[in-house]
């Protein structure tokens, strides 16, 4: 079967990581990425060697690139002409102004958490809709803490069957790198409920979910709390069976060292993963208790890496390279090294 031809627009946080997974699936050729300045990560990747050759947006200054003899492969046009579907991860509205190209273009596409709904056809997760993306021309994935959320979430709902879901997000308020949000000390409340308690009812409508968020002064990853009410009581040890099953799902301990997000920031990178990523969340065993009928836990969402393996199980969807997201999901770990821990 030919290679799926992709592309990647906007080569910012998640753009590189998507690059980057595309690169190692070997079913998939990545054509380019387009951005629209010379970034540090632009500058970076030239200095890598350009892996990937870089295609200009409409509105880039070519003179700039060529001032830092950063070499420029083409238009966003021509990189859309050249491939079957677009990852597109420019800034959150910027996604819907570039729909208009791949529309006329004829090319697939899926959007970040950062794009209105309304960009695409079928908001999507690799796990829990898989079905839902195949053969669709417009795909939006579910945002860093929605896909980590309802990873966890579906996995004990096919085991056990899900009722409800209360959530409580304590969300990193920054990537590492940004100065944008200046240099916070405080924690700010977000009016409830949490739009990812509201996004996973999209995606799964048979479960009342929902939540509130925290935005705290920290950039190595968010932590959200689960409390889930099952069909059935689910005990901790059910869930933690259903939890250790799972492929993106990776069961940590206090006890071992694991005390918060910056230890598994530090592990990733003592692992040598690059930019310290985790494409898993992790799930602390010592925080699953029970409370009454329901079921609490935990869990640790490395927003920059955590959505590019549902992207790609998206491109899969959406082009039908597999019919069933068992074997779509199954491809993408297989290339990304997913579940190797296990
Ligand atoms: N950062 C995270 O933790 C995170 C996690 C999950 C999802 N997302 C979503 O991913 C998307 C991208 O976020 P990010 O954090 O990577 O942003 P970013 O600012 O790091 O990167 C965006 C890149 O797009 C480039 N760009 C600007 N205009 C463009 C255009 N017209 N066409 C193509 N590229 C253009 C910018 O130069 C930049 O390099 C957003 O929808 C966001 O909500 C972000």
Redesign the pocket.
């Known amino acids: 079967m030919a290679k799926i031809k992709v592309g990647v627009?906007?080569?910012?946080?998640?753009?590189q990581r998507l690059a980057d997974g595309v690169a190692l699936q070997e079913d998939m050729e990545l054509v380019g990425v387009?951005?629209?300045?010379p970034?540090l990560?632009i500058r970076a990747l030239k200095e890598k060697g350009m892996p990937y050759s870089l295609f200009l947006?409409?509105?880039a200054d070519k003179s700039k690139f060529d001032e830092l003899d950063i070499p420029v492969s083409g238009t966003?046009e021509d990189l859309v002409g050249r491939v079957d579907i677009m990852l597109d991860?420019?800034?959150?509205g910027?996604?819907a102004?570039?729909k208009e190209l791949y529309v006329k273009k004829g090319v697939k596409a899926v959007?970040?958490?950062?794009?209105k709904d309304s960009v695409a056809d079928v908001f999507f997760h690799g796990y829990a809709n898989y079905e839902k993306g195949l053969g669709a021309d417009y795909l939006k994935l579910t945002?860093?803490n929605t896909t980590g959320l309802i990873r966890s979430v579906d996995c004990l709902d096919r085991a056990y069957g899900i009722e409800k879901v209360a959530i409580t997000i304590i969300r990193r308020v920054s990537?590492p790198g940004d100065y944008h949000r200046g240099l916070t000390n405080a924690l700010q409340m977000e009016k409830a409920p949490s739009h990812q308690a509201v996004d996973l009812m999209t995606i799964m409508p048979h479960v009342d979910a929902t939540g509130i968020l925290v935005h705290t002064p920290v950039t190595h990853g968010h932590i959200i709390t689960v409390v889930a009410t099952g069909k059935k009581k689910i005990t901790g040890e059910m869930a933690l069976n259903a939890f250790k099953a799972h492929p993106r799902i990776r069961i940590v301990s206090i006890a071992e060292g694991f005390l918060g997000n910056a230890s598994l920031f530090r592990y990733a990178r003592d692992l040598g993963n690059p930019r310290g990523d985790m494409y898993e969340i992790a799930l602390w065993e010592d925080s699953i208790v029970e409370s009454g009928g329901d079921i609490m836990y935990a869990i640790n969402i490395p927003?920059?890496s955590?959505?590019i393996p549902e992207s790609i199980d998206g491109i899969r969807a959406a082009c039908r390279v597999q019919q069933t997201r068992e074997e779509g999901t199954a491809a993408t770990n297989k290339y990304l090294g997913i579940g190797k821990w296990k």
């Open positions: 627009a906007g080569y910012g946080t998640i753009g387009a951005d629209l300045m970034t990560s947006v409409d509105g966003f991860s420019s800034p959150g910027v996604g102004k570039n959007f970040q958490g950062g794009e945002s860093c990537d927003q920059e955590v959505t």
